[in-house]
């Protein structure tokens, strides 16, 4: 008795309950999942765009000279000229000339035999000089890639994919908020803002893709052949010739190349597992 008057005594403290620490915040990652339509695109568009490059060379290799303005051939000065002198290959840009031999303009293929091409077998569709079936693979691959990227467009205005994950917001434009993309970038920081999927220079560069060298690799395509300047003279006439296309084509194609080996060289360092499920099953984290 004694002892439960003790503890009821007014006079002993009450004990003060212990408060749980709180939780900390989860951190939202970013949403990597694309629709579906964007992921069938990005694959087959992957297929094409290989394709059409590697036909591309073969087509190249007919005659391996650039040069700017309307009309080109071996009288008119070319600013860019892969070929070989004697035993050696060279790559000439501007009057400026590199050694190339067993790369360019001269190598060894498979069975040992000396070869005199700008661009070698392996790099080619397809591997022996064909200049009509290297054309064929490039106008059936060509059909897909334009309409592949016309059907991306369309879709992509109506699932949002555009103006959720690609759009610029008004504060990215900022050249403050740009550099400090490009300093985290050289750091191999590749963190986004909360959510967002892309970086301001993630964004900037696939608009510069999507919007520009695609669809410029589709209209220089048109202007420098044949065919179309014959019957539409006006895709030629926006470049200034039909040498000036090809030459812009030939550029544009290397700078997609360039892209897509960038592309896939920083899924590696960042994320690949995550990225490549979010534009294979679309798996959501």
Same mark, same amino acid.
Not at 29 to 42: F, N
Not at 125 to 133: Q, V
């Given at each position: ?103 360019l303009g001269r190598y060894e293929d ?29 106008? *059936?691959?060509?059909?897909?890639? @334009?309409?592949? !990227?016309? &059907?991306?467009?369309? %879709? $992509? =205005?109506?699932?949002?994919h555009i103006r959720t994950m690609i ?71 926006? *470049?200034?010739?039909?040498?000036? @296309?090809?030459? !812009?084509? &030939?550029?544009?194609? %290397? $700078? =997609? ?29």
């Amino acid at each position: 008795m004694t002892d439960m008057i003790a503890a009821l005594d007014p006079a002993d403290p009450a004990p003060v309950p212990v408060a749980e620490p709180p939780l900390a915040p989860r951190v939202q990652e970013p949403d990597h999942s694309h629709a579906r339509t964007t992921r069938l695109w990005h694959w087959v568009n992957l297929v094409a765009l290989i394709t059409l490059f590697m036909s591309g060379l073969m087509i190249f290799n007919a005659h391996p000279r650039l040069y700017w303005g309307e009309y080109g051939n071996r009288d008119e000065p070319a600013w860019l000229v892969i070929g070989q002198q004697g035993p050696r290959g060279f790559l000439e840009i501007a009057g400026s000339r590199i050694d190339t031999t067993g790369v360019l303009g001269r190598y060894e293929d498979g069975e040992g035999q000396m070869r005199s091409r700008a661009f070698p077998g392996w790099a080619t569709i397809p591997t022996d000089y064909n200049l009509a079936d290297a054309r064929h693979w490039h106008f *059936f691959f060509a059909w897909i890639f @334009a309409f592949g !990227l016309l &059907f991306f467009m369309v %879709f $992509s =205005l109506f699932n949002g994919h555009i103006r959720t994950m690609i759009a610029m917001r008004r504060a990215e434009w900022h050249p403050r908020a740009l550099w400090r993309t490009i300093v985290d970038h050289a750091r191999f920081d590749f963190h986004t803002a909360p959510g967002e999927a892309y970086n301001p220079l993630q964004k900037l560069s696939y608009i510069a893709v999507i919007f520009v060298m695609l669809p410029l690799m589709i209209v220089t395509g048109l202007a420098m052949s044949p065919g179309t300047d014959a019957a539409l003279h006006f895709p030629s006439m926006m *470049f200034g010739g039909r040498q000036t @296309a090809r030459s !812009l084509h &030939f550029i544009i194609a %290397f $700078s =997609l190349v360039g892209f897509l080996i960038l592309h896939v060289a920083l899924v590696i360092v960042h994320k690949p597992l995550t990225l490549l499920r979010g534009m294979t099953i679309g798996h959501r984290r």
